[in-house]
Structure formats: C-alpha cells, structure tokens
C-alpha cells in the first residue's frame, strides 16, 4: 500500500507529479514518496494534487554519488526543503553541464542533438540525452541510445560531479533527511561488505530492500544487513511511469505491485523525528 521510490517528469519520469498522485490514487496506493534526481521541485505539485484525497505524499529525494566510478544513488526521506533546495543548486547547476557536455560529445560524433526544453527545476539527465537521440533519428530506441553511446564508458557518456557516498550521506542528514541506500545491489552488490560500514559510519540509516531488481535472495541478504547494523528497511517500485524504464529495456513495475509493508513507513517516520546528529550510527 506505499511506494517509498518514485519518479516525475521533474527528473526521469514520464508522468507529472500530478498524473502520478492520479495513477498512485488508482493503484490503491495509501503513502506514496516523490524521489527525483537531484531535486525536490515536484513536491509542490504532488501536495496540492493530493488535497483531500487520503493519499499521504512522502518528500524526499534521489541524491546522485559515485564510489570507484560508478554511481550510488541514496534516497533522503522528510528532509527541510528549503535547505536540501540549496544544497542541491551546486547538483543541478552540474547536471546541466554535464548535459551539455554529453550533447558536445554526441555532435563531435557527428550525431548532433537538441535537447527539449524543460521545466525549471528539472533535472536533466541520460534518459533526455537519449530521448533527444531518438528524436534526431540516430537511434531506434533509447536502449540504443545506451547500449552505443551514453552508457558507462561509452563515447558520449560523462559521469556525476565527485561526491562520494559518505559526502552524500552527511549532505541528507545536515538538512535533516532520512537516508536509505537505494537499491544496493545495483552496480555495488559485490561491495556491501566493505562499503556498507563506510556509510553508516557516515549516518546511513536503512537500506532499500524491496526493489524490482532485488531478487528474493538479494531482499533476504539486505534484511540481514539491516539487522547486524541497525538499519531500517525501505522499498519501492522506483517507478519511472507506465512506459518503459529510462533505460528503455522494460516496462516498469506498476504502483504498488511489490506489497511494500506500511510498517516500513511508520520505522521512516520514527526517524524522521530523531534527534541524533548527523554521523552518529544506529
């Protein structure tokens, strides 16, 4: 009955936070979490389409770090929006540039691209670069767009600004945030023994256990996790809206078919309202 990882058009989604508060209402969601990229500039949109219909909106955030080359995301629940806001200006303002960059790289390739205009707040990334690919006709799909030219260590691809997953951790907690590792085993599952002390030396709080690319025996190692350290566990569809995921290889999970436990919502809430400081694990 809750979602705690979902996307708007403010970042990769396909659905406004309006159309998604629609599409949440109709799958039977009850608490329903809006977690962009690198921006809170869909919360406003997402309250007031919620007003009066019992759905509950959940404020949080995707924060984009990177350990050893490769991208760790984490997820920061009830943070104080205007502070998180402007700790996340030095975030979008590189987001744009590294848009740009990726556009500089594809047309030196000989494949120029324009990207579309988007609304303010929004954070650019791969999946509009590849869009834009689409829209040019350099590419049938945007899982093309990937595979040849915007993945990881392909031609155009260009990676986050340095922010380390501790940095991230310790961003989220001084503005007051809940902070989940999302979903671990995503580029870092050979590396949970060693990197998850780091982070929860840093403050870590829970971990995303439900996950639609956590199989059954990934959801039982990460609650395992989460007892040995302390965490509390968290989980969603990380819904990207009905078409196919950014990537493009799949259709997304539809709101609300993992059977995320409402209990999982009131351990977020309980932290929420811890008073520790930052850096102090559980």
Not at 113 to 139: C, D, E, I, Y
Not at 165 to 185: D, K, N, S, T
Not at 189 to 204: F, I, M, N, Q
Not at 235 to 253: A, L, N, R
Request: hydrophobic fraction near 40%; glycine fraction near 12%; include cysteine.
């Amino acid at each position: 009955m809750i979602e705690l990882h979902c996307h708007t058009t403010y970042s990769d989604g396909t659905l406004t936070p309006r159309q998604l508060v629609a599409t949440a209402l109709a799958a039977g969601v009850k608490a329903l979490a809006i977690t962009d990229h690198d921006t809170v500039a869909g919360w406003p949109e997402a309250y007031e389409a919620a007003q009066g219909t019992g759905l509950e909106i959940v404020p949080g955030v995707e924060l984009s770090t990177t350990e050893q080359g490769q991208s760790l995301h984490l997820l920061g629940f009830y943070p104080d929006g205007d502070r998180l806001q402007a700790q996340l200006g030095d975030r979008m303002a590189g987001r744009w540039q590294r848009a740009k960059t990726m556009v500089a790289r594809l047309e030196a390739l000989g494949l120029p691209v324009t990207l579309p205009p988007l609304p303010p707040g929004t954070a650019p990334g791969r999946p509009h670069v590849a869009r834009a690919l689409v829209a040019a006709g350099h590419v049938a799909s945007v899982d093309e767009a990937f595979d040849r030219w915007l993945g990881d260590g392909k031609p155009a691809h260009v990676p986050y600004d340095r922010l380390t997953g501790a940095e991230g951790v310790a961003l989220l907690r001084e503005c007051g945030a809940v902070v989940v590792w999302a979903h671990p085993f995503i580029s870092h599952g050979g590396r949970l023994d060693t990197l998850l002390p780091e982070l929860v030396a840093a403050g870590l709080q829970g971990l995303e256990v439900i996950h639609p690319h956590h199989t059954p025996r990934d959801r039982r190692r990460l609650e395992e996790f989460c007892d040995r350290y302390g965490l509390i566990p968290t989980g969603g569809s990380d819904y990207h809206g009905p078409s196919p995921t950014p990537k493009g290889s799949q259709e997304s999970v539809p709101l609300n078919g993992l059977g995320v436990p409402w209990a999982w919502l009131q351990g977020l809430k309980a932290l929420s309202l811890d008073p520790r400081p930052p850096g102090r694990s559980s």
